[in-house]
C-alpha cells in the first residue's frame, strides 16, 4: 500500500494510506526508504481481522474518515531524512566491549558480539573477490540502500566469517536483491526465516558441515554464513525489530544446509543446485523463506511404499495457511521442502527410485479435502470467498483443483510434482527427516552461482587451506 502511495504522491497525487495500529510506526519507518518521510497514512484502530463488523465500521467513522480527509486536503509537512555515514567512514574509535556497545546501541549488531569491521580485516575479505568494492549488487528495501561489495565485506567481518567465505556471501546478496526472492517480505508478521542451502565441492573446501548435526550451529562456516545473512538484512536492507521487522513470533538466523553430494552421487540423485538449473559440480546457493517446520523421527520402513506415508503425513500437517500460495493469489509457488538423512534417500533410492519419482509420490499423496482447503482461506485466514471450482473456471489454477464437485475430494497443495524440493543431509545413519513450510510468493527459492576469482586456489593455500 505504501509503495503504491509513493508512487501517486511522487505523481503530484494527493494518497492516505490505511494502515492498522501495529503497523504505525513500520508505515513511518518504511516511508523514508521510499523517499518520502512522512507519507500520509490514516490509523485503524486495534486490527480488522479480531473485530465485529459494528466495531470496525465504528472505528473507521470515528478515527479513520477525518484523518483521510486531512490527509487528502492538507499539504504535509516536509520531512528530513536524517544524513548517514558515508561508507568507508569510520564512526567509531574505542575498545571490543565499547565498539560493541555503540553498535548495539545504534541497532547495528543482533545482540550479540560482533567483530569490529576495521579496514584491515574488511581489505582481506576483498582479496577473495575479483569484484569492485563499490560495485552495487542491487537496490534493498525497504531503506532503498545500495547493496555493495564493500558492505558485504563489512558484515562479514562483523559476522564472524572468514574471508574465504567472500565469494559465498557474494552470492547470497545477488540472490537477497534478486525480485523473484522477495526481501521486502522478510519483515512480515509470521516471522519467516531465510535458510541457505548450498552445493558444489566449496562444501569440502572450506570445511562445511554436511553430516552429523546438520542445522545445528558449532560449524563456523554454517554458523557465520547464516548470522552474516541476518545482519545485512538488519545494517543494509534496513528490517529492525519494533520497527520495519514487524514478526509476531521470530526465528532466529539458520545455519547454512549443505547437501551431502557423495551420498547423491552414490544413489544417483541429481543435487538441489540441478533443480534450481544449474549443472552437478557448481557451487552454488539457494535461499529461501520459511514460516517453519520441524523434524520428524524414526522414518521406518525398507521400501518407498512403507517409508514416504510418513513423509507425505509431516509435509500436509506443517503446510496449513501457507496455501495460501497455491491459490491464484500465490501464483502457485508453493515449495515446500524435504530435507532427508541419507539413509532414507537411499532406502529409497535402492528400489530404482528417483527424485522425480518421491516428487510424484508426494504430489499424489500430500492431500487435503477440498471444503478444508477452502475453510483455510476463505474462514481462518481471511482472505475473503475462495471457491477452487470458480478458480478453474477462469483457468486461475489447474483443473486438477476441480475434478467433480465432491467436497471432499482430494486436491493436491502445489500445482506440480516439481514444486516439492528435496534435499539430502545429516547423520548418515539416523532415519529422521525434516520439513520447511515455505513461505511461498513471499519468499520463493532463487539460486545464485558462486563465482571464484582466478586466485582463489592461491588465495585458500595462503589461508592454509
Not at 492516505?16 to 526508504?33: H, K
Not at 527410485?353 to 492431500?367: A, I, Q
Amino acid at each position: 500500500m505504501l509503495r503504491a502511495s509513493a508512487a501517486c504522491e511522487a505523481a503530484g497525487v494527493p494518497t492516505s494510506s490505511l494502515v492498522s495500529e501495529g503497523f504505525i510506526g513500520q508505515a513511518a519507518a518504511t516511508s523514508v526508504g521510499l523517499g518520502l518521510p512522512h507519507i500520509p497514512v490514516a490509523l485503524v484502530p486495534g486490527h480488522p481481522n479480531t473485530q465485529s463488523k459494528g466495531e470496525l465500521r465504528r472505528n473507521i467513522l470515528e478515527v479513520t474518515v477525518e484523518r483521510v480527509i486531512e490527509n487528502l486536503t492538507r499539504m504535509p509537512a516536509a520531512g528530513r531524512e536524517k544524513p548517514e555515514p558515508g561508507a568507508r567512514d569510520i564512526i567509531f574509535k574505542g575498545g571490543f566491549n565499547a565498539v560493541n556497545r555503540y553498535f548495539y546501541e545504534n541497532e547495528l549488531s543482533d545482540g550479540l558480539p560482533i567483530v569490529p569491521p576495521i579496514r584491515e580485516a574488511i581489505d582481506a575479505f576483498l582479496r577473495f573477490t575479483s569484484r569492485d568494492p563499490d560495485e552495487v549488487l542491487g537496490v534493498i528495501l525497504p531503506d532503498s540502500r545500495a547493496a555493495t561489495v564493500w558492505s558485504v565485506a563489512v558484515n562479514a567481518v562483523m559476522a564472524g566469517c572468514r574471508p574465504e567465505y567472500m565469494p559465498i556471501l557474494v552470492a547470497l546478496i545477488e540472490a537477497m536483491c534478486d525480485p523473484q526472492y522477495g526481501v521486502e517480505h522478510s519483515g512480515n508478521t509470521p516471522g519467516s526465516e531465510t535458510l541457505i542451502i548450498l552445493n558444489g565441492p566449496i562444501i569440502k573446501q572450506l570445511g562445511f558441515n554436511y553430516t552429523q548435526g546438520a542445522l545445528r550451529d558449532g560449524f563456523m562456516p554454517n554458523t557465520t554464513i547464516g548470522r552474516f545473512w541476518r545482519l545485512y538484512l538488519r545494517n543494509v536492507a534496513g528490517f529492525l525489530p519494533h520497527k520495519t521487522d514487524k514478526a509476531t513470533y521470530g526465528n532466529t538466523w539458520r545455519v547454512v544446509l549443505a547437501e551431502n553430494e557423495d551420498v547423491l552421487k552414490r544413489i544417483g540423485w541429481e543435487p538441489n543446485s540441478v533443480e534450481m538449473g544449474f549443472r552437478a559440480g557448481d557451487n552454488t546457493v539457494t535461499v529461501g523463506r520459511y514460516s517453519g517446520g520441524g523434524c520428524f523421527p524414526s522414518v521406518s520402513g525398507s521400501t518407498p511404499e512403507q517409508v514416504l506415508p510418513y513423509v507425505a503425513d509431516s509435509v500436509l500437517k506443517y503446510h496449513t495457511w501457507q496455501i495460501l500460495s497455491t491459490t491464484s493469489h500465490g501464483g502457485g509457488k508453493l515449495r515446500p521442502l524435504v530435507v532427508m538423512s541419507p539413509i532414507i534417500a537411499e532406502t529409497i533410492a535402492k528400489a530404482g527410485w528417483s527424485k522425480s519419482d518421491v516428487k510424484r509420490y508426494l504430489y499424489e499423496h500430500v492431500r487435503r479435502p477440498a471444503w478444508e482447503f477452502e475453510r483455510y482461506l476463505r474462514d481462518w485466514t481471511m482472505k475473503g470467498t475462495w471457491n477452487l471450482a470458480e478458480d478453474v473456471r477462469l483457468g486461475r489454477i489447474p483443473k486438477v483443483f476441480h475434478e467433480s464437485d465432491d467436497p471432499n475430494r482430494l486436491v493436491p497443495i502445489v500445482w506440480e510434482p516439481k514444486d516439492f524440493m528435496i534435499a539430502v543431509t545429516g547423520d548418515s545413519l539416523r532415519n529422521n527427516a525434516y520439513v520447511f513450510a515455505h513461505q511461498g510468493y513471499l519468499g520463493y527459492p532463487v539460486g545464485k552461482k558462486i563465482e571464484l576469482g582466478v586466485e582463489w586456489e592461491r588465495l585458500l593455500m595462503e589461508e592454509g587451506r
